[in-house]
């Protein structure tokens, strides 16, 4: 038979992210793998999601987005950013964040053009690159603090760059960018010529009095910049699969077609769940979010110091990376495999963010999850610390 697979296939892989969610089903244990929120999602959500199913409100919207939710994040990013949007032109709801990353990279890059990442990087960023048949190209950071200089990024630069991808606050890392990084980011983009993608999707989890800064927000970088980031981890839908692009219009359009030939539209009624999410939740509701994930931070980094797997503290998002390089194990996998059969818990592999050796020794660590949840992985991980003592004596 000469039917076979393309060869596309083997440039995206089953994720390590969805293959430990898989084990950990096996076992039945504690699954702070996979960034799945399992809190209640917040009652207007529900309630005008709902309504819209009841009063028909289920066929095809309009491909970029049905009106009120273009609309209602138009407003948001005026009052948090500054920016002056068009909600007709300069905003596209799309199938989840990562549906905004595809369509952009579809609508702006050409097969063979380079786009920087910095590792330790979030998996499908790489994946949606390799996909469209871009080329990544890799700046390491390291921990804590996860910086990078001037001379970094030169360094990865060539005739071949287009863009440069910004995560903040940053999946795995937790990494809340600076407004001096930023702006080191923008000077470059613009001496350089290139996009900026930014994944903002974690925007509302910052902790230690930390703010979030909107690349688009800074001085000429409006013209240049690919905001995408989605409902799903603020309002806990990540099932809903409700995420958006905003950028000028010379931009939106393409990518907006993109998505209508890839996805169609996002699903109607769910678009009206998050836009009264956006529209009835006042700053409040940020705030206590922001604390209440702070304080699930402080709990699972405590137990990790105490079995023994320094973690790097994360200032935004909800993972935490630690240190399991006293594990049994001649990789990253090994180790969280070791971790799972010995605690129940599962976590995800580091060489799922980096490419260089550093990975090896990490795992990563989901806190997007009822207290409940938390306390008893803690009890689990802090098994270890306790089966390692006994061992050693």
């Given at each position: 038979m000469s039917l076979k697979l393309s060869s596309r296939h083997e440039w995206v892989r089953k994720s390590e992210l969805r293959a430990m969610s898989v084990e950990c089903e096996r076992v039945g244990g504690v699954n702070l793998s996979q960034g799945v929120c399992d809190l209640a999602v917040p009652a207007p959500v529900v309630r005008a999601?709902?309504?819209?199913?009841?009063?028909?409100?289920?066929?095809y919207s309009r491909h970029d987005g049905t009106g009120v939710l273009r609309r209602a994040?138009?407003?948001?990013?005026?009052?948090?950013?500054?920016?002056?949007?068009?909600?007709?032109?300069?905003?596209?709801?799309?199938?989840?964040?990562?549906?905004?990353?595809?369509?952009?990279?579809?609508?702006?890059?050409?097969?063979?053009?380079?786009?920087?990442?910095?590792?330790?990087?979030?998996s499908y960023h790489?994946?949606?690159?390799?996909?469209?048949?871009?080329?990544?190209?890799?700046?390491?950071?390291?921990?804590?603090?996860?910086?990078?200089?001037?001379?970094?990024?030169?360094?990865?630069?060539s005739d071949k760059t287009r863009a440069i991808i910004v995560n903040t606050p940053s999946n795995p890392s937790g990494k809340v960018w600076t407004r001096a990084e930023l702006e080191l980011i923008a000077d470059f983009c613009n001496r350089h010529d290139l996009f900026v993608f930014t994944d903002e999707i974690y925007e509302h989890f910052i902790f230690d009095d930390l703010e979030h800064i909107s690349v688009a927000s800074l001085p000429g970088m409006w013209d240049r910049t690919i905001t995408m980031s989605?409902?799903?981890?603020?309002?806990?839908?990540?099932g809903w699969r409700i995420g958006y692009a905003v950028c000028p219009s010379k931009w939106a359009g393409a990518i907006g077609n993109f998505s209508d030939l890839v996805y169609v539209c996002a699903p109607t009624p769910l678009q009206m769940?998050?836009?009264?999410?956006?529209?009835?939740?006042?700053?409040?509701?940020?705030?206590?979010?922001?604390?209440?994930y702070r304080r699930k931070r402080e709990v699972?980094?405590?137990?990790?110091?105490?079995a023994g797997l320094t973690p790097c503290v994360p200032q935004g998002a909800y993972y935490v990376l630690a240190d399991v390089s006293s594990l049994p194990g001649k990789n990253s996998k090994e180790r969280a495999m070791?971790?799972?059969?010995?605690?129940?818990?599962?976590?995800?592999?580091?060489?799922?963010?980096?490419k260089?050796?550093?990975?090896?020794?990490?795992?990563?660590?989901?806190?997007?999850?009822?207290?409940?949840?938390?306390?008893?992985?803690?009890?689990r991980l802090e098994t270890l610390h306790g089966a390692s003592t006994q061992k050693a004596v």
């Amino acid at each position: 038979m000469s039917l076979k697979l393309s060869s596309r296939h083997e440039w995206v892989r089953k994720s390590e992210l969805r293959a430990m969610s898989v084990e950990c089903e096996r076992v039945g244990g504690v699954n702070l793998s996979q960034g799945v929120c399992d809190l209640a999602v917040p009652a207007p959500v529900v309630r005008a999601a709902k309504e819209a199913i009841d009063r028909g409100d289920n066929s095809y919207s309009r491909h970029d987005g049905t009106g009120v939710l273009r609309r209602a994040l138009a407003e948001k990013y005026q009052r948090r950013a500054g920016l002056d949007l068009d909600p007709e032109t300069d905003v596209v709801v799309t199938s989840g964040a990562t549906g905004a990353l595809y369509c952009s990279c579809l609508a702006l890059l050409e097969p063979g053009d380079e786009v920087i990442l910095f590792e330790p990087y979030y998996s499908y960023h790489e994946s949606t690159l390799i996909a469209t048949e871009a080329v990544p190209v890799f700046i390491s950071t390291k921990a804590p603090d996860w910086s990078f200089s001037m001379d970094d990024l030169e360094a990865a630069v060539s005739d071949k760059t287009r863009a440069i991808i910004v995560n903040t606050p940053s999946n795995p890392s937790g990494k809340v960018w600076t407004r001096a990084e930023l702006e080191l980011i923008a000077d470059f983009c613009n001496r350089h010529d290139l996009f900026v993608f930014t994944d903002e999707i974690y925007e509302h989890f910052i902790f230690d009095d930390l703010e979030h800064i909107s690349v688009a927000s800074l001085p000429g970088m409006w013209d240049r910049t690919i905001t995408m980031s989605g409902l799903s981890k603020t309002f806990s839908i990540t099932g809903w699969r409700i995420g958006y692009a905003v950028c000028p219009s010379k931009w939106a359009g393409a990518i907006g077609n993109f998505s209508d030939l890839v996805y169609v539209c996002a699903p109607t009624p769910l678009q009206m769940g998050a836009a009264a999410g956006v529209l009835e939740l006042d700053d409040e509701y940020f705030v206590k979010l922001a604390a209440k994930y702070r304080r699930k931070r402080e709990v699972l980094c405590a137990a990790l110091d105490k079995a023994g797997l320094t973690p790097c503290v994360p200032q935004g998002a909800y993972y935490v990376l630690a240190d399991v390089s006293s594990l049994p194990g001649k990789n990253s996998k090994e180790r969280a495999m070791y971790l799972l059969n010995q605690t129940g818990v599962a976590s995800v592999p580091g060489e799922s963010f980096f490419k260089g050796e550093q990975g090896k020794g990490i795992v990563r660590f989901c806190f997007a999850k009822e207290d409940d949840v938390i306390e008893d992985a803690c009890r689990r991980l802090e098994t270890l610390h306790g089966a390692s003592t006994q061992k050693a004596v």
